[in-house]
């Protein structure tokens, strides 16, 4: 007899089978002889997969426990061991056996062919041979067969994914809450060290190696409210990450920031140099933030399988992004470093020793001393004069502000560590303003000279960073009136002796006419700096020293020489070459300056008074003067000279119209030099020798060439050569050219005899 299918609570073409011991809750239905064979599951079967290892037998308790028709047989079924039977494993080899099967497409299970013993002792152990580890709709059958005849009863299990995502063990998360607050701290190593901590804790929580997930669920899934990782660094926008696991927080982004805070807040020209400091402060602290926001939740798309009803194939599921949030399934990072000036740099400044010595010497000479007088906020000085004047240049006082002050900067002690290649002087940047007056910019080490000619002078400093002031303070520069030491005649006793109809322009002198070299001549009287009054006390003379300093004008500043130095003579005159620059370069003008400091040896009760040099030497003062030189020739064409000036040039000796002898000053790319005195010796490569004359009525000489033109002396051998074997044609023109030219000549010679020299000079430069 064929075997029969028991179904619980399924429907087939089936009778019913009473249930006479009454503890079967469920109906049971018996297969009939069916046309087709067939009968079907109870429907609307499912079951969940509720762990990470997707373990979900069939037939097994609390996993997926449904109703399976029960197979009976009317022989092999007696708890009898058929012909094929393998006892041992609780199979088959063949018919006789009870097999169920099932597959979603992609996923195929199956338990062994169980022998008919086998099952109906355990038929859960067999059932448990069905593993479902993955979602989705599965077609189920279970099969039994006798050994000749088999019965098949198809139903359909839903497997569903109820495991959802979430984090492991590994890593910290900052912020889990629903709420996620922002964390904002100020710049220092502390902080710095600490967001470093939570976003290595935040990457560690949410990298994919700490998701815990079961197998063959739905791809991760996003909403609208879930936000991107984005970043923000100084002087930056807010832009998203190009990856998730960038480090936001690091050693490479500190320097990255920190040298974006490199860049100033004002220039000299911009107009944030004038901007108030409210206005300018807080639109540099919105530059100022270092920020990281990154949100990790974790969904997964999951799709609502059923069966249906009549066991038909369904059109489509139903998929949504699922997210349970009791689960540690979110985890969200945002915080912010911010920064100000004084967190990027600490600024302080001082007034120099040596100025505060100068400014105590000064009061120390007046009658009685200012009340709230302090050389250690402000500065005083006194000047030469015996009014103030704003046209006088001997009646105020001219000083760089670093001449005055000592500047103090650095990053902050508890500033992150920055990479030894920075320098704190890179990130301050000055501006001052004097008595309310537009802002200036300023840079310590390269700023130019103010010029003080009121009795007091308020100055306001401030040391900003691209991230904020850092620092602000108010000083008073206060000048004193007296009669005594003076410059006053200083520039007068300088003149420069230029060539009889020759005169510079645009500020500059003109070297001698047809040199590279200017001459100076001194005239000094002791008594136009020591100028007496009945109501200074002038003391006694000691002496005068002069040095000069020559230099391209905007050029760097070379090393002095001595000049000069005398202590006894009233009266001094003498001449000085000072040649134009041309190591390691020529350049369009040449800056000379002298500087002369006269001393005395004060008398007693004199007034003593503060040195422009140095701020601490009261009885001295250093006189200056500053020259331009120029070349005023223009270049020429086949001069008379020209041969001999390229035969002599670079040649140790000098050439053509070069100073070889007196006090000549020449300069290097870092020295001035003063040329010792030797025999006159002139360039020997010329065809005629030069000689070693003075200039004008001065004792400065240079190298002349003889009255007559060194031209046609000079030819070289390569030209006489080239004219002596020149083709015939060449030498007709040529001997045409010279009787034209003799012509002229002669012409103008019967003309003018004024006029010889002229023809002379046109006659040469025609032949060449």
Request: charged share 20%; net charge negative; proline share 5%.
């Amino acid at each position: 007899m064929r075997p029969f299918l028991v179904v619980a609570g399924a429907f087939a073409v089936c009778t019913n089978a009473l249930d006479t011991t009454g503890e079967n809750k469920t109906q049971q239905l018996e297969l009939a002889a069916a046309t087709d064979g067939t009968c079907y599951w109870q429907v609307d079967l499912s079951c969940d997969l509720e762990d990470a290892a997707n373990t979900l037998r069939l037939g097994a308790e609390n996993e997926c426990d449904v109703p399976i028709p029960v197979p009976t047989d009317n022989y092999v079924e007696d708890l009898r061991l058929n012909k094929f039977d393998v006892p041992a494993e609780g199979r088959a080899s063949q018919n006789p056996f009870v097999q169920i099967t099932g597959t979603n497409g992609k996923l195929s299970v199956a338990t062994r062919k169980s022998s008919w013993y086998q099952y109906v002792t355990d038929a859960a152990s067999v059932q448990r041979d069905i593993r479902f580890n993955g979602p989705g709709m599965y077609d189920m059958a279970i099969v039994a067969n006798d050994y000749s005849g088999e019965v098949t009863c198809v139903g359909c299990i839903a497997v569903l994914d109820k495991f959802r995502p979430r984090f492991g063990s590994a890593g910290t998360c900052p912020d889990a809450s629903s709420s996620p607050q922002k964390v904002t701290k100020v710049m220092t190593q502390a902080a710095f060290d600490e967001l470093k901590r939570l976003e290595t804790g935040y990457l560690a929580y949410t990298a994919t190696s700490n998701v815990v997930n079961n197998p063959n669920s739905g791809g991760a899934c996003n909403l609208d409210e879930d936000t991107a990782p984005v970043k923000k660094s100084f002087y930056g926008r807010e832009k998203a990450c190009d990856d998730p696991s960038d480090l936001c927080f690091s050693s490479a982004m500190l320097g990255s920031n920190l040298a974006s805070l490199k860049t100033a807040p004002f220039t000299a020209t911009s107009s944030s140099l004038q901007t108030a400091y409210a206005t300018l402060e807080s639109a540099l602290n919105l530059q100022c933030t270092w920020c990281c926001r990154k949100n990790s939740v974790l969904r997964e798309y999951f799709t609502k399988y059923y069966c249906p009803d009549d066991y038909s194939a369904p059109s489509s599921f139903r998929t949504v992004c699922a997210f349970d949030n009791t689960l540690p399934n979110k985890c969200t990072l945002n915080a912010c470093l911010e920064a100000k000036g004084a967190d990027i740099v600490t600024a302080s400044v001082t007034v120099k020793g040596t100025v505060q010595t100068a400014s105590t010497a000064v009061l120390n000479a007046l009658p009685t001393r200012p009340v709230g007088s302090d050389v250690a906020k402000n500065v005083y000085y006194s000047i030469p004069c015996t009014s103030f004047s704003t046209t006088d240049t001997n009646c105020r006082y001219t000083a760089k502000l670093s001449q005055l002050l000592d500047v103090t900067r650095a990053f902050p002690t508890t500033f992150p560590t920055p990479p030894s290649t920075l320098d704190v002087k890179d990130f301050d940047f000055w501006r001052y303003n004097v008595n309310g007056r537009s802002f200036v910019k300023w840079d310590p080490l390269a700023d130019t000279a103010l010029t003080f000619t009121d009795s007091t002078t308020t100055i306001v400093l401030e040391a900003w960073t691209a991230c904020g002031m850092a620092y602000s303070t108010t000083f008073t520069v206060n000048l004193y009136l007296h009669s005594t030491l003076a410059c006053s005649k200083f520039p007068a006793m300088w003149k420069v002796v230029e060539k009889p109809g020759v005169q510079g322009t645009e500020g500059a002198y003109c070297a001698y006419g047809g040199s590279d070299f200017a001459v100076l001549k001194l005239d000094m009287a002791v008594a136009d700096v020591l100028q007496q009054s009945d109501t200074t006390v002038t003391g006694s003379y000691t002496g005068v020293t002069c040095n000069i300093m020559v230099k391209p004008t905007g050029g760097a500043d070379t090393s002095v020489v001595r000049l000069l130095q005398d202590s006894s003579s009233t009266t001094i005159s003498k001449y000085y070459g000072v040649e134009l620059v041309s190591n390691p370069s020529t350049a369009q003008k040449t800056t000379g300056v002298v500087r002369c400091t006269f001393t005395r040896t004060p008398r007693s009760n004199s007034l003593v008074l503060a040195s422009a040099a140095t701020g601490t030497d009261t009885n001295s003062i250093e006189c200056s003067q500053t020259f331009a030189f120029t070349d005023c020739d223009k270049p020429e064409l086949n001069g008379a000279n020209s041969v001999c000036q390229d035969k002599c040039a670079g040649d140790a000796a000098p050439g053509v119209y070069e100073a070889c002898g007196g006090s000549v000053v020449t300069s290097t790319a870092t020295t001035t030099l003063l040329k010792t005195a030797s025999t006159p010796t002139c360039c020997t490569k010329c065809s005629q020798a030069m000689t070693c004359n003075a200039v004008g009525s001065t004792d400065i000489k240079r190298c002349e060439p003889p009255s007559t033109p060194l031209l046609l002396a000079e030819m070289d051998e390569a030209d006489e050569q080239s004219f002596a074997f020149a083709t015939l044609p060449v030498l007709l023109v040529a001997t045409a050219l010279v009787a034209a030219v003799a012509l002229v000549v002669a012409k103008q010679r019967a003309n003018a005899a004024a006029s010889a020299t002229e023809s002379q000079d046109a006659y040469y430069p025609l032949l060449e």
